[in-house]
């Protein structure tokens, strides 16, 4: 900053849209720039090209609460999620980039004796997965955070599900380091270009209409997370997803009063403390269909009810910033990465509000199935047609919780 950032180079291209590429990924997020990492640098891929509508890390990559985690139960679930978490573990020498990936554990709340009997049997879920779990007494939680109401409360704590190598991670950094990444390896990463439509010849997906001309592709690889309902509509298709606002905060810097990162059993709220001291929070998504960026003042109150009822210290704070993403919220709370039924037209999504954690698994896994035309062998569940055959991934409480 002192020489006024002169001679800095852009981290990386901004090459003009060519007329077609092999595979075209629509979508500039943390889901879409990895996917491109992952084809160009593990399946040898070419001619790749990634279209971001407005600018890469708008999006939700850049509006999550950075918490990372693999403390998922069931069968579909857990496998992907451990993955993830150890590409998170390898991610900064993978891609030469400091993404502030902080390993400062989270910690599930427990508020009664049902509840911890439902959080054992997921611990060893994860354990069985080769996942880490330990089950902590209130006096460890006492201990390790002093700031939480864990007597006299509405919901005093009996204890909690810790996942020490659970934590957060620098969110924009990781779509930063991902384009980067993929651009080094020849990925055309084109911002402001809005995909508006499909190129269909002979009931097949050969291209996509574009802001900024059309472009015809080989494959065509949908990865907008919450824009997933609208874009498909182009093709003609109807998700089993609805779209949500889900809000966060942030409050002035405080001294360190959170190690790790805590979840509220008894309601809607979770709270990280980042680096630079503010208390990262939030809590459940807004009630209604929407796709504004912002959400609404009832669930604000209530967010900060939960945080109150657990976290009394979070009353002296002042809030700094609030914001909104749109969620992709999917029937059962698991994604979406699949074929579809037109040749050609590939889909990720219905992430809900959990899908950053899985931003490196998801980019390999739907690397993965682009290139081989196989589900990756993690992610065998996540198929379009579980939603037909009832074979519903209904992680209760977990994949549907915040964060
Ligand atoms: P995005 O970054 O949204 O990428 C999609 C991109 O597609 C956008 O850049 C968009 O501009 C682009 N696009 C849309 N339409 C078009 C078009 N027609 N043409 C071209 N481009 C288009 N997850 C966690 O695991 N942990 C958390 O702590 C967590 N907290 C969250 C808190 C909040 C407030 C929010 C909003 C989300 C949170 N999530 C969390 C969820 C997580 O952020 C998302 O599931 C994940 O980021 C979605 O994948 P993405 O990064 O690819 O999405």
């Given at each position: 900053a002192l020489t006024g950032h002169k001679g800095w180079k852009p981290a990386w291209r901004d090459p003009e849209p060519q007329p077609s590429y092999d595979i075209v990924i629509i979508g500039g997020g943390g889901h879409g720039l990895a996917t491109a990492y992952y084809l160009a640098?593990?399946?040898?891929?070419?001619r790749i090209a990634v279209l971001e509508?407005?600018?890469?890390?708008?999006g939700n990559v850049g509006r999550n609460t950075t918490i990372i985690r693999s403390n998922y139960l069931l069968d579909g679930n857990e496998p992907f999620y451990e993955f993830s978490l150890k590409l998170w573990e390898g991610l900064e020498q993978e891609l030469n980039y400091n993404a502030m990936v902080s390993q400062r554990g989270i910690l599930n709340l427990i508020h009664t004796d049902a509840q911890r009997d439902a959080f054992i049997r997921r611990g060893n879920a994860m354990l069985l997965n080769g996942a880490d779990a330990d089950l902590l007494t209130t006096a460890q939680i006492k201990q390790r955070?002093?700031?939480?109401?864990?007597?006299?409360?509405?919901f005093p704590i009996k204890g909690g599900l810790a996942q020490h190598r659970g934590g957060t991670v620098r969110h924009d950094a990781v779509a930063w380091g991902y384009a980067r990444g993929a651009d080094q390896l020849g990925v055309d990463i084109i911002q402001?270009?809005?995909?508006t439509g499909f190129v269909m010849e002979n009931g097949a997906c050969t291209g996509v209409e574009t802001s900024r001309g059309v472009i015809k592709a080989g494959k065509v690889a949908s990865c907008v997370a919450g824009s997933s309902s609208r874009v498909m509509e182009k093709a003609g298709m109807r998700l089993p997803i609805e779209s949500h606002v889900l809000q966060a905060f942030v409050s002035e810097g405080l001294k360190p009063v959170l190690p790790g990162v805590i979840t509220f059993g008894a309601g809607h709220f979770y709270c990280s403390q980042s680096d630079k001291g503010g208390l990262v929070f939030g809590g459940d998504i807004d009630g209604y269909n929407s796709y504004a960026q912002r959400g609404n003042l009832p669930v604000v109150e209530d967010v900060c009810e939960g945080g109150m009822a657990i976290f009394p210290m979070l009353g002296r704070a002042r809030l700094l910033r609030m914001w909104g993403g749109i969620m992709d919220m999917s029937m059962d709370g698991s994604p979406i990465i699949d074929r579809t039924h037109i040749d050609g037209l590939f889909f990720n999504g219905g992430w809900c509000y959990g899908g950053f954690k899985a931003t490196p698994a998801s980019g390999y896994v739907y690397a993965h199935l682009l290139a081989t035309g196989e589900p990756h062998p993690t992610a065998t569940a996540y198929r379009f047609d579980r939603f037909n055959r009832g074979?519903?991934?209904?992680?209760?409480g977990m994949g549907n919780q915040p964060n």
């Open positions: 640098k593990v399946y040898g891929q070419k509508k407005g600018w890469i890390g708008g955070y002093p700031f939480l109401n864990t007597d006299n409360a509405r402001n270009c809005e995909v074979l519903m991934i209904d992680e209760k």
